[in-house]
């Protein structure tokens, strides 16, 4: 078990990088497919990385998220590392994790991530049927994901997360359940379920416009949830997150727990958010713009949003409520009002009070917005 | 006196009153055209939106006549709604003629009828008017016939005009300075001035509308209300030329305004007659009569920290509207709030929206209610005109509601949807007349709370528009009235009791039922609705609650996007309130007194 971590409110940072194979038919992440494009995207993120200026303070976490990560050649991947590692005081994290797409992990590309210092894979299952990752438009298989379990496990990957997708059309608990238990197996340390949902402008939204696709009803996502939270509570796992469990505390993603508390986050690349405790930004979303912006000498910041205390207090309280963190009982208030919606709440097992905090219940997480709304 | 002349204008609804008078204030140069805006009499944002006049409002007009000899008309404008019929009949007694106009395209309608008749009871020389004959839809001859047949008025001096184009405008000024007889009246006269419309100015205090009838006033005169007996010193008379132009007095047969420091505007009574302090007329003019609310309903605020601002616009507001009474109420579901009596159902809606719009406020209305009179077991009989104070059904040995005589004209084909609209709201004594071929009009006796319960909408939507409701006051009869309490999560929500006939308690339970389970949003549990009858419980519904209320994923950027969407329902959250755990929004409360249009 990894001890908790020594310094939780160094910032974390995160890299994106906007490049698939293929689009998925769900995802509304910045990405593309010109892969020819890759090296001057590594170019632009240590240009980025140069630019911001970003407090002395080491980094504590390292997150290098997509698009598809694990499609990096190794000497690119390699190239923008040692470039971050030059231009940001990145040797003290602690936590550097590398998104992966099952078929791209390889004996040798275990070994170089590993080397390069990647300690965490977060691997993109989410699911095991064949039929389920072809409507989704993913690119493996389920033979292809035991694989990179299986292989991740042989070559020593003791920090491995898992993605799995559900409410999926065509997927029942049954099949949900048994995808589950065979994930578990693995005993992967960290499990990341999330609700199929549509989003952006995807094909699964138009086609869920269309008619042609019927989504997964409110209530059938609420049987998949509690069967999920159900088992993975059985199997020993902490379930700390709206749609995060992990095999113990210490095993909690310690880059988006970042997120979570209002820690600050540096993200470099297309479409990446970042946040250094008073403002958020977001950079431009198309590369080429982002990279021209970069090539200009100018930063590429599409959107900056500077936070008034009352958008500060409806964040804490949106984020308290969709995790353990929870929130400080007293930003409530003690009007009458305040008490008696916390109170019924707490009255129908969805709050518990821990202390000075309050916190979601399993039950709660999945109504998490709701309460936002009421207690806003 | 001789080249005054003093007449108001009359119509249905929509038959272009307004657009007449912004003619005839033109053609006489009260305004110069470039700075003319439509309808300029009704200077009330919600009047030109429902195009109804609702505040009098009245204009001197110079002209000159064919052979160059000068006049002075007075227009004197009145609201164009039943539940004013009031104030109409004190401006058309400052009158000695009318136009009576009528639309070339809809003919006689049933509030032509029904202004004629208060025309007539005041003596007043009537010109028809036929407008809008630019219309093709315009039918001269027939409405010809309709003015001889329905309004029993020789139809061959009728005016042709088009208010809109303008046409027909002198020929109808030369026709007001002919036919319409000048006032009457002796100057010499101790003082008598009629007032008959009164509106709130905040440097000046009231200004009344006054049409003079003997002797005369001028400023520096104390004068004294001989209804109220208050004195007042004048400070300024005039007339009215949308703007005010001060004149050194006002005589007999004339109209103007009069300004004398008043500071409450329920000093300025309409109806009441004004004369000099050191020289009082032997008796008043007739016709005085204090408003008499019929409706009732209560206004809270929104949000109960605005109970103060409520209490400021209302007083405010009253400044401008004697007719509208109130007093402090609270509810447990609403918080404090005031019970306020309405000449009628349309009188509530203009004060609500003004409330809401000149003043700023976001109210929660409770039902509307009638005054309903029960005779307990100790003989006493008490009326009751709020569901809060309804007695204990113990107690009840006989209960009455009033009734009213209802007037629907309407083209025929409406008349089966009409007999059982009449039917539904328990008309009784039907009587069907057919003024015309093709026309109906049909009266009835009728609960006054079924009126005032989403009738004229229902009856607008039945004959697409097409027909006119009126009403007066008949009696109070004997009916079986019990107190429906609608019940969300259990818990009684008194601002939506009501005071209902036993026989409509089902439906109108079922009814609100149904509205709440639409208006009130999921919640994060099952909320049950329920109305009832005492312990009874005679309709229900179920909310079901949200399965999952969350998205999946919050990491960089989706805590901004959820912060947004949270910033802006909390800006909606505003408009809610709190019963039995459940949060009931403002649209709730209103959609509960709407009745769905079933066809």
Known sequence: MKTDEDRPEAPGLYVHVPFCESRCRYCAFVSGTRLDRMPRFVEGVLREARMRSWGPEPFGTFYLGGGTPSLLPLPLLTALVQGLREALPLDQAEEWTLEANPQDVTREHLAAWRNLGFRRLSLGVQALRDDLLKSLGRRHDGAQARRAMRLARDQGCDDLGIDLLFGIPGQGVADWTETLDEVIAFRPEHLSLYALTPEGRTPLVRAVARGAIRLASDAVLARLYRAATDRLRRAGYLHYEVSNWAIDAGHRSRHNRRYWRRVPVLGLGPGAHSFDGARRWQDLRSLEAWLRRLDRGLLPTAMEDPLTPEQVRLEVLLLGLRSLEGLPAAMLGDSPEARSRLGRLIARGLIRQRGDLLVPTDRGMFLADGMARLLA | ?599
């Not at chain 2, 227009?75 to 009576?100: K, N, Q």
């Not at chain 2, 009828?113 to 025309?119: I, K, P, T």
């Not at chain 2, 003997?214 to 209804?227: F, H, L, Q, S, Y």
């Not at chain 2, 960089?556 to 949060?583: P, S, Y």
């Open chain 2, 1 to 599: 006196m001789e080249n005054v002349r003093n007449f108001s204008i009359i119509a249905h609804i929509d038959h272009g009153k307004s657009t007449l008078a912004d003619r005839l204030i033109q053609h006489c140069g009260v305004v110069e055209d470039r700075n003319f805006r439509d309808q300029i009499l009704d200077n009330l944002d919600l009047e030109r939106e429902r195009g109804i006049t609702i505040k009098t409002q009245t204009c001197n007009l110079p002209f000159t006549d064919a052979d160059g000899r000068p006049w002075e008309l007075n227009l004197i404008d009145t609201p164009g709604h039943v539940d004013f019929t009031y104030e109409v009949s004190r401006a058309l007694a400052s009158c000695e003629g009318v136009l009576l106009v009528v639309d070339a395209s809809q003919g006689v309608q049933a509030q032509t009828v029904a202004n004629l008749y208060l025309a007539l009871e005041h003596d007043l020389e009537i010109l028809p008017v036929i407008n809008k004959i630019d219309l093709p839809s315009a039918d001269v001859d027939r409405t010809r016939s309709e003015i001889e047949q329905e309004l029993g008025l020789p139809s061959d001096g009728a005016l042709l005009v088009s208010a809109k184009q303008g046409i027909g405008i002198d020929e109808l000024l030369q026709a007001i300075v002919r036919h319409i007889p000048p006032p009457r009246g002796r100057s010499e006269d101790p003082l008598r001035a009629l007032i008959f419309d009164a509106f709130y100015d905040p440097f000046r205090g009231a200004v009344a509308s006054v049409r003079v009838f003997d002797g005369e006033v001028r400023p520096g005169d104390t004068i004294r209300m001989m209804a109220s007996g208050k004195t007042f010193r004048v400070e300024e008379v005039g007339v009215f030329r949308i703007r005010r132009e001060a004149r050194p007095r006002l005589q007999a047969g004339e109209v103007g305004y009069l300004i004398a420091g008043v500071k409450s505007i329920a000093d300025t009574h309409v109806g009441d007659t004004i004369t000099l302090a050191n020289r009082p007329a032997a008796a008043p003019l007739k016709g005085f009569r204090e408003f008499k609310p019929v409706v009732f309903s209560s206004l809270y605020p929104v949000s109960s920290e605005d109970y103060e601002a409520l209490a400021e616009a209302l007083e405010k507001y009253q400044l401008n509207d004697a007719a509208l009474v109130y007093q402090k109420d609270s509810s447990a579901a609403l918080g404090q709030g005031f019970r306020c009596g309405f000449l009628g159902l349309l009188h509530l809606e203009i004060v609500q929206e003004r409330l809401e719009r000149e003043y700023g406020q976001s109210l929660i209305l409770t039902a509307p209610s009638v005054i309903y009179r029960f005779t307990l077991t100790d003989g006493r009989t008490i009326e009751v005109d709020n569901p809060a104070h309804y007695p204990d059904p113990a107690r009840i040995v006989g209960a009455e509601e009033p009734f009213i005589r209802a007037t629907i004209l309407a083209p025929e084909r409406y008349l089966g949807s009409l007999m059982r609209l009449c039917m539904d709201r328990r008309g009784v004594n039907q009587e069907l007349h057919y003024p015309s071929p093709g026309r109906v009009e049909l009266r009835f006796d009728m609960p006054l709370a079924e009126a005032i319960f989403d009738f004229y909408d229902r009856l607008k939507s039945l004959t697409q528009g097409y027909g006119s409701f009126d009403y007066e006051l008949l009696d109070y009869r004997p009916s079986d009235l019990v107190k429906l309490d609608i019940l969300v999560n259990g818990e009684r929500v008194d601002a939506l009791s009501m005071i209902v006939h036993r026989d409509r308690a089902r439906e109108r339970a079922v009814q609100a039922c149904e509205r709440l389970k639409d208006e009130i949003p999921r919640q994060q549990f099952k909320i049950p609705i329920q109305g009832a009858i005492g312990g009874h419980i005679i309709a229900r519904e179920t909310i079901a609650p949200f399965r999952k209320d969350v998205t999946a994923k919050c990491y960089g950027g989706d805590i901004t996007r959820k912060r947004k969407l949270l910033e802006k329902q909390k800006a909606g959250k505003r408009r809610l309130k709190v019963v039995g755990d459940v949060e009931i929004p403002q649209s709730a409360f209103i959609a509960v007194l709407k009745s769905r249009d079933e066809d």
